[in-house]
Structures are given as structure tokens and as C-alpha cells.
């Protein structure tokens, strides 16, 4: 089978830009050793063979994931299912989990116009380069971020990244915002549990420095599912033992698309987006169907305990916070208008196991075909365009 893959647009989403706010770039092994200063290249993120295997490692020895397995797309077009793609070699990968130029190829061949771009090796939210120190933390993550703007610079308006912040120092954090941001940066990405590393919660006026660079630049956060020690844990917790790998999965992939309840309602509890009402919060690769019910669940019981903000959750909510969409499609006009249709994205996950592929637009057709022409015209583009000002 070729590794081209032919698509064709269903009608519902012709003459849309479909913007896709949500992939991931499978980093190559020299990504770090080619741009690291010679004193440093033991120690930056670079592949070896760890317990027998071939393993991403930081600090010389630090283990940070298995080698490659962010892909289940392989180069024949197929894809892997279940837990399979954890022993996919990396020769076997499509290119377009790579390789920019192939992925853009992809995105032509799928009718899709503009991809968003979040990490794998060092944590989707940068949490797994902790084991390491923090030089070669901040070493590792500019690394990143300055690797990402090239592929942005250079992809015509294609892909755009969304820069890791070194969010272990709010200094740091602030001053590598402003060094992306003289690249072209259009959103952030960070951990929605410092307070895990003994730091401030995202509540504390600790770091009103990074919102307020954020606000500044109309940078949206960006909150990616598994971005922290305690996000990423809602993958096993709870899972029986006796199910087999491929149960694991399901299973895994189900609650960790749902752990953003537990970020969502913390800074809606919070009460500091009153404090900066224009600041944009995008909760990435959550879903959506379950967002209704959540604030009405959270309105209710807040009333029950008597607990008062000057906004609703559903206020702050339809005011600066998005939910991004892929699987749903039985319910998604309904979810989609009870949320507010102004603050839904779509996404792909490309080319991770629980991603739309082979033909991400055909499989929600359907689906997209229930909304009104506008509402279609938002959802799947513009509303992406407007809260990360892409240049479309």
C-alpha cells in the first residue's frame, strides 16, 4: 500500500480552511544532539538503549519514554491498532510524523489547511523533562521551541507551534515567551500542575507575569490532556488488571480525555480569568460532549456550598475558554450549540493512536453536515483562525 493516500473533500466542508488545532511532530533522534553545544550533547534528550530497549533519555541516563511511539500512521498508510504502535520502529512511521515537508503533502491529500503542533519527548507540557536539571531543562526546551518556529517559518502558513514554556521559573517562562514571540509564536503550552513541583497554583498572582505577556500578545494557554505528572496518571488509575493491553488503551485514552475536568474546574474555582477577562484558555484533545454537563454540574454545586465568584463557570467559560473536538459526531451539533458554538475547535490528534485517520473529514461529515453554514464555517476554521490569529 503507498504511503499517498488519496481523500476527497466531503462537501460540507468545501471552501472552509480547516484548521486542525491539535497534532504532534514525532521528533527525530538528532533533533537536540544537532543544535546542542558540544559540552552539553551527552546530556540533552537523545535516543539509547535503556532496560533493553530503545528508549528516549535526558541527562545521560534519565528515562523519559519509549523511542518513537507517538505514531500509530505507518509509512505503508495503515495504521496501528491498539497497543501495537508501542513497538512500531521508527523506519516503519509515515514520513508525515516527521517530516515537515510530507506532512504538509498529508494535510493537501486530507483537505486540511492549517495544523497546530504540541510535543511528545519532553512531556505535552513539558512535565518529563523534570528528572533533568534545570539548565538542561531550559537547554532542552529552547531547543524544542526554536526547532518548531524553523518548521513554522518555513512551512508558508501551514503549521504553527505551540512553544513549551520552561514553567519551572516564571522568569524563564516569560522571557521565552518573548524570544518565541519575536519568531512568530502564536500560543503557549505549559503544566496545569506546577503546585505538583512545589510551586505556586496557576491561581496565584505568581504568575501574572505569564498571563499578562499572554494578554499583551493575544497568546491563547494551551491545556493538553497528559500535560503533568497528575494528568497523565488518569491513563492507568483505575483500570482493571486483568484487561490486556489493547483494553488498557481504550480505556486509558477514555479518562485521560476527560482529566481536564480536574484542570477546568480548579481555575474555574479559582476565580483569576476574572482578573483577566480577555485571556484565552484552550482546553486541547478533551472533547467536548461532557462540557455541558460539567459547568451545570459545577454551577450546582457551588450553589449547594455556597460558593460565590463574581462569574458563573458558564460566563467564564463562553467569555475566553475553547474545547477542542475530533471522534464526536452523534452529538456534536447539540453539545456543540449548549456550549457555545463561538468556543468549540476541531482537531485531529495526528499521528497518535486515538487520532482521525485515514480521512479525518469523511468519518465527521455527517456529523458537521447537522450545523448551519456559519456554525460549520467557526467550528471547524474560523474559530481557530480568530483565538490564535493565524495568518489565513
Known sequence: MSETVE???????HDIPVVDVDTHLTEPADLWLSRAPARLRERVPQVKEHDGALSWVIDRDRYMGPAF?????????????????LSLPFEDLTHAAYDPKARIAFMDQAGITAQLVYPNVLGFGGHKAMVADPEIRLLSTQIYNDAMMEIQAESDGRLFAMALMPWWDVDEAVRE??????????????NPDP???GLPELGDPHWHP?????????????????????????????????????????????AVAISNFRVLANILLSGF???????KIVSVESGVGWIPFFLECLEYQMAECAVKLKSTPKEVFQRQIYACSWFERENIVASARALGVDNVLFETDFPHPTCLYPDALTYIADGAAGFTTEERRKIYGGNAIRVYNLPL
Open 7 to 13: 481523500f476527497n473533500q466531503p462537501s460540507v466542508f
Open 69 to 85: 511511539s507517538s505514531s500509530a500512521v505507518r509509512r505503508d498508510g495503515s495504521k496501528a491498532p491498539g497497543a501495537e504502535f
Open 177 to 190: 515567551l518573548e524570544r518565541c514571540q519575536q519568531m512568530g509564536l502564536r500560543g503557549i503550552n505549559t
Open 195 to 197: 503546585h505538583s513541583h
Open 210 to 254: 505569564l498571563w499578562e505577556k499572554c494578554v499583551e500578545y493575544d497568546l491563547p494557554i494551551n491545556f493538553h490532556i497528559g500535560a503533568s505528572d497528575e494528568s497523565q496518571s488518569w491513563f492507568s488509575a483505575g483500570c482493571w488488571p486483568s484487561h490486556d493491553a489493547d483494553k488498557q488503551i481504550a480505556y486509558g485514552a477514555t
Open 273 to 279: 480569568l476574572d482578573r483577566f477577562p480577555t485571556l
